[in-house]
């Protein structure tokens, strides 16, 4: 018959196994690293998961080894029924203290490798984008200008109360699918960031500044973005959707705002942050 203690070691496997059922992961999820969304949202999205899946398995190995190393010294040299005082005492392992500086700086050194390395393709300028749209936060909604089809959108904070139809409502980015996009972000206030949830990229939005994505939606559908940078009272419901459609609808959508009178582009008339600094009312705007 087992021991009490052999039964509870094996049990941690079954232990292990059985949170994992609980929490409803599927094996496509659990390939994902966790990571929302699917594959192929963006022709970005690949690389981000398999750098962050890369890095978990890379990290994983090393934990195992770690605990590993560290169960067996507690096991090992565990004190003895008997013995008393102190073990002997070891310093200056060379080999261990080596090992310990040589493998952490690899790691160090291949994680900013990738890193660099997939950075600078997500951040690549795409020389002539087939769709150019300006992204502008305000607290605590956003506004859309479709620049090559001289439209635009404006939003409001949403307004979450309890009504069926409350989701249509807000701020929605209409997207073409397979279509180079070039996003300009700015701010009207104070700090935001732009975070399209299954894009698994977000950037911030700057006052009187202008940072730009680039990327390529690949898969239709409609997608959940909000604010990722706290930005006041109501910054929790400053959200927005994106909707990647077909060419066709996307014409839809640009004649459609065009029809309800949404021509042209918003500027900064509504931008707060617009006095210079002086006391001479002529510079101060």
């Known amino acids: ?34 990571l929302p969304g699917e594959w192929g949202v963006t022709n970005h999205t690949d ?5 962050w899946t890369t890095s978990w398995t890379v990290l994983w190995g090393v934990g195992i080894v770690a605990w590993g ?6 096991i090992v040299y565990r004190r003895r029924r008997g013995e008393t005082g102190l073990p002997v005492q070891l310093r200056y392992n060379n ?34 984008p087939d769709v150019h749209i300006q992204v502008i936060a305000k607290q605590w909604s956003w506004d859309f200008n479709y620049v090559d089809d001289n439209v635009y959108e404006s939003g409001i904070q949403s307004q979450f109360d309890g009504e069926e139809g409350s989701e249509a409502a807000l701020p929605t980015l209409y ?8 996003l300009d972000l700015s701010s009207r206030d104070v700090i935001h960031s732009f975070w399209v949830i299954d894009f698994l990229y977000k950037k911030d939005m700057f006052p009187a500044d202008t940072n730009t994505m680039y990327f390529t939606p690949q898969v239709e559908g409609t997608y959940k973005g909000k604010c990722a940078e706290l930005c006041g009272e109501y910054h929790s419901m400053m959200l927005f ?4 459609v077909s060419q ?34 002529e510079i101060r705007g």
């Open 1 to 34: 018959m087992l021991s009490k203690r052999v039964r509870k070691w094996a049990s941690l496997p079954a232990a292990a196994s059985l949170m994992l059922l609980l929490s409803g992961c599927t094996a496509e999820e659990l390939s994902r690293g966790l």
């Open 47 to 51: 690389r981000i998961t398999g750098l």
């Open 69 to 74: 190393l560290m169960f067996w010294a507690i």
């Open 95 to 128: 080999p261990i203290e080596t090992l310990f500086t040589i493998v952490p700086t690899i790691l160090v050194i291949g994680f900013f490798a990738f890193t660099a390395r997939d950075m600078a393709e997500i951040e690549k300028p795409v020389a002539n």
């Open 175 to 182: 997207l073409p699918v397979n279509q180079s996009v070039q």
């Open 241 to 244: 959707n994106v909707k990647v």
């Open 248 to 281: 066709a609808e996307y014409d839809a959508r640009m004649n459609a705002l065009a029809e309800a009178g949404n021509v042209g582009q918003l500027d900064n008339t509504y931008d707060r942050n617009q006095n210079l600094p002086g006391d001479n009312p």
